[in-house]
């Protein structure tokens, strides 16, 4: 194994960013875990250090973890927190998006667990997502409250320069990879009824989860690139299971399927690492985003969150 080294900082240090000897000039890639991939990830992060940050939102879901991970730099953090603390209705979205970008962040690989809509999108299968049906109601969605009124452009939600590079690479690993699927995201915490299922079906959803939003929104109103790569742990309920299973054996099926996904996944970011690929590229128009999005007159913008600004543009 390799050599692991873990110094924790003080908290609200976001200047003290220790980075590995040697790739102090190489870009700081974020990577958000969701189920599944957040364990595997912090398992094989080496010489890594944790941050504390603080943010106008509130404390991220925990410490962000910066190291080297498959030769590149990354800072990770864990989306539901250490032990599955948070659900999707209580993640702190916009504290994770804030923290990475105020890291130096502009190029986030973001996870999670995913039902499927659609035969041919099969469980222990990898989808990236390449639209979203945002269902939610109870979440921060915007940094921009009671800031100003900001309307950033989101017909496509994901960078399409990363999404392709991430398709690119898809080639070299075994697992199928499905290219540009629509995610259905659904407040929760309980799952489906059979009724919600089938009309995601009908609506054009292929994926059906409960956090792909608010993130991506609040991605580009960071001004950063944003793919998202969804793990398959099942069909969701509109397809009847063929035999009858009892809810132990099944939770063990979807369990498995998801340890396999993850493993794909794994693998599938570390080629996108290692593609060579620029991934990031401030020339991509989500580095723009803000350019044309705020319409509330500098003048009638209280000074007091020039640093939301600021960190926000960067
Ligand atoms: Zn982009």
């Known amino acids: 194994m390799t050599e692991r080294m873990d110094s924790t900082s003080s908290p609200l240090v976001d200047s003290t960013l220790r980075q590995s000897s040697g790739q102090a000039s190489s870009p700081l890639i974020g990577l958000i875990g969701g189920s599944g991939l957040g364990d595997a990830v ?53 504290a994770n998006i804030f923290a990475l970008k105020k890291l130096g962040v502009t190029t986030v690989i973001s996870s999670c667990a995913v039902g499927s809509l659609k035969k041919d999108i099969r469980p222990k299968d990898i989808a990236i997502a390449g639209q ?11 940094f921009f ?42 407040e929760g915490p309980q799952f489906s009824t059979r009724a919600e299922s089938l009309m995601h079906q009908k609506w054009g959803g292929e994926l059906i989860g409960m956090t ?14 944003f793919a998202l790569i969804a793990l398959v742990s099942d069909y969701d309920c509109w397809r009847e299971p063929n035999e009858k299973k009892d ?19 794994i693998e599938l970011i570390k080629a996108v690492l290692q593609s060579g690929e620029n991934l990031c ?19 009638h913008i209280d000074p007091k969150y020039k640093e939301i600004f600021e960190v926000l543009r960067k």
């Open 42 to 94: 912090q398992e094989q992060l080496v010489n890594f250090s944790e941050t504390a940050v603080d943010t106008p939102y509130g404390s991220p879901s925990g410490k962000i973890l910066t190291g080297t991970f498959s030769g590149a730099r990354i800072a990770f953090i864990n989306r539901h927190g250490d032990g599955h603390r948070f659900s999707p209705s209580t993640v702190p979205y916009a």
């Open 212 to 225: 792909a939003m608010p993130e991506a929104k609040l991605a580009r109103e960071a001004q950063m690139c």
């Open 145 to 186: 409250d009671n800031i100003a009124a900001v309307h950033s452009e989101l017909a496509n939600p994901y960078c399409g320069r990363l999404r392709d590079a991430i398709v690119n690479a898809a080639g070299s690993i075994k697992s199928k990879v499905h290219s540009n699927a629509t995610y259905v995201c659904m």
């Open 132 to 142: 979203v049906i945002d269902k939610t109601f109870k979440r921060q969605n915007t």
């Open 281 to 299: 590229d401030d020339n991509c128009p989500c580095r723009k985003s803000l350019e044309l999005a705020v319409w509330t007159k500098p003048q």
């Open 247 to 265: 809810a132990q054996t099944l939770l063990g099926e979807i369990i498995g399927n998801l340890n396999e996904a993850t493993a794909n996944a």
